[in-house]
């Protein structure tokens, strides 16, 4: 028992001590943006993590992918219902009329219709976001070349697949709606 | 599947097959005490532990390396309950966390000491960094180690020579080498690359910001990278968030969630090439490997179909993974009892989640665990040599040595006690309100998520159907039996397998000799898990994700 003692000493000093400590000193001098929450700021202001979603009411902005925890950044959840659900249908009913009701076409973006896994997906697929740019732009009562420059903007914010290599394009919508005010 | 798909794919699986058996080839030299020569320093350091942790070289019988490992798994036991329980005492918690509950304490502390790692808390809403990092990281990589350590027995057992007297081998010696040379250097290296891909390391409190539109943000922090690398590499799966590698500071981005899953299979895919290499067959290495391989295909196959059919598949996943990757993930990571999600298990379509079921029902030897899957699937090998012994009328016989009574024993209970405890179980909370009443969905969607709850804990895998609120005094209990029954049902026997075959007389191969390395073993090897798999839970398969997919077209919803 007491060898057992000792192992376990020494292991929560190694590998439960030692190695988060050389992470953490490592990754502070070579990322330390990355290491504490890639965060976003105006002026000394933060105003959020360019990872986490925020919650976007208005519409004068995109909205990020319905959250099943209300964008609670310290708690995030999914919906967890599965596809015999009758509650899960009815929220996504609802998400259709909401879009609809703002004078988007039907379908809608499957994505605008069900919560994402953590419910703080900060992504959209272009198809998504191109489908908000006419509610958007009439929302905040654009004109036609606002509206072009709304759509240059949208275009520009399209990530590539990561080194051409790994996953999708997509767009960030929490710093395409940072962007928005530039044009009015 | 699209193109950027297809890229994916072909890069993870062309990384798989390269390294695996380089990799298997370096597990089977430094667990022998041959190290490469970059790793002096390391070794010498090996040594000044043996020193200071009284640890000697000598190998020891079975009696002794079971008590070696039963003491340091009691200890790890004891002092992780006891930590979580009275977390708010101890420092390293800017977030202010009160202690767990007794009964939540002690399943997570099981969950995490028998590399299950099945989280009825969440992370960043329950736990203090230093549990985090001193109480469940530590387990991590220990849990792990035990399971190379077991493998190492085992093997060393059936590649024993008879005049040899190595013995077992020695516990802690096999214990301070897997986390040494392989658990953390590889962990190491991956969390950095983790943290450059936006996986926070962080000791600050969370940070308050105020949002674009003026509602109150709160971002979590903590040392989340370190534990990420491990939870992957040792196939253990506790998330450091409650949504696990699906949340954003998890999982940051496509070459992130490509790396972690690489890791999910990584030791458990080169573990076949290291056991070719220890017992000097490297074919009967990679034919259990062509088995797991063939096995994921099936499964990942039904999956992939399944999912891209279904209506409603962005449901609980991530944009930036989409359907086919995390598809992929949920193959893998049930495959390989890991456990991480990087999308929603329960939002699945009704087949896909059925797989996923399925990959741990059968026994978490596709791929399985680091060692102990790799130890069910050795325990597959027996029941299929002796099989076939019975079936040309031959004593059946492994690498020369007489699979008997005892061995066969030995397998068995390996094989059937975690499948019981599942059946058992299920029903119990089937047919309470102290099983029914946790439920999230209804119909046959509720079944499969009790079902997957169990099976789980059995597997020591540890993903779930998340809906069900398995944070009951009930669930807690019921479940840590059944991790506790999971892990020590295999490892026990291996034990014993180990010292059963030790010293056992070798024959040479003869002319009817039954080949353990040809297709046609392969073949009988599959018939049989498909046997043991479907015959014990086609039932409950039958009537819960098979209902629910004939169901789903009726538009029938519950």
Known sequence: ?????????????????????????????????????????????????????????????????????????????ASNQGPTSSSLQKVVEERRAYWVSRGGNDPVPSELL???????????????????????????????????????????????????????????????????DSIR | MNGNDSIFFFLYFAALFLISPWLGIYIARVMEGEYPRVFGPISSFENFFYRITKTGEEPSDVRRYFWDLIS????????????LHFQEYLPGNPESKSGLPWDLAWNTAVSFVTNTNWQAYSGEVSLSYTSQMLLLGVQNF???????????????????????????????????????????????????????????????????????EGSSVKIPLGPAASQIAIKQLGTNGGGFFGVNSSHPFENPSSFSSWIQCLLILLLPGALPFAYGKWVGSWKAGLSIFLGMAILFAISLGVGLSSEH?????????????????????????????NGSVNAMHDSFSPLAGGVAVWNILLGEVVFGGVGVGLVGMLFYVILTVFIAGLMVGRTPEYFGKKIESKEVKFALFGVLAPGLSILVFTAIALVSDLGLSSRANQGPHGLTEILYAFASAAGNNGSAFAGLNANTPFYNFALSFCML??????????????????????????????STESPLFVLLLLSIIFLVGAL???????????????????????
């Open chain 2, 485 to 514: 029954l999971g892990r020590f049902a295999v490892i026990l026997p291996a034990l014993g397998l180990g010292a059963a075959l030790l010293g056992k007389k070798q024959t040479p191969k003869g002319e009817g000799t039954f």
């Open chain 2, 309 to 337: 059919s279904f209506e409603g598949a962005w449901e609980g996943k991530e944009t930036r993974f989409g359907i086919s990757q995390s598809i992929l993930w949920g193959t893998a990571t049930t495959a390989a009892s």
């Open chain 1, 114 to 180: 069900h919560s994402s896994a953590s419910g703080l997906d900060p992504h959209l697929s272009p198809d998504a976001v191109i489908y908000q740019i006419p509610l958007v732009a009439k929302e905040r009562g654009y004109s036609k070349e606002e509206l072009h420059a709304l759509e240059n903007l949208v275009t520009n914010s399209i990530e590539g697949p990561q080194w051409g290599l790994f996953g999708f394009p997509k767009v960030n919508v929490m710093k395409l709606n940072l962007k928005l």
């Open chain 2, 72 to 83: 340091f798994t009691l200890l790890c036991l004891f002092f992780v309950t006891l930590g």
């Open chain 2, 536 to 558: 014990t839970f086609l039932p409950l398969l039958v009537l819960g994700p098979g209902t629910e997919h004939i169901l789903l077209p009726t538009g029938t919803k519950f």
């Open chain 1, 1 to 77: 028992m007491i060898r057992a003692f000792v192992h376990f000493a020494t292991w929560s000093l190694v590998c439960g001590i030692l190695y988060p400590a050389f992470v953490f000193g490592t990754s502070k001098l070579l990322f330390p943006r990355e290491a504490s929450g890639s965060l976003l700021r105006e002026g000394d202001k933060i105003i959020g993590s360019e990872l986490i979603a925020q919650k976007f009411e208005s519409p004068k902005y995109f909205h990020s992918r319905p959250s099943a925890s209300n964008y609670d950044a310290s708690a995030g959840g």
């Open chain 2, 142 to 212: 220990v849990s792990a180690g035990v399971g190379i350590s077991v493998l190492v027995a085992l093997v060393r057992g059936i590649a024993s020579k008879p005049n040899e007297s190595k013995g077992l081998g020695n516990f802690y010696q096999d214990l301070t080498r897997s986390i040494l040379y392989i658990l953390l250097p590889i962990s190491f290296l991956v969390a950095i690359i983790l943290v450059a891909q936006g996986v926070v390391m962080d000791f600050s409190p969370y940070v308050s910001a105020t949002g674009l």
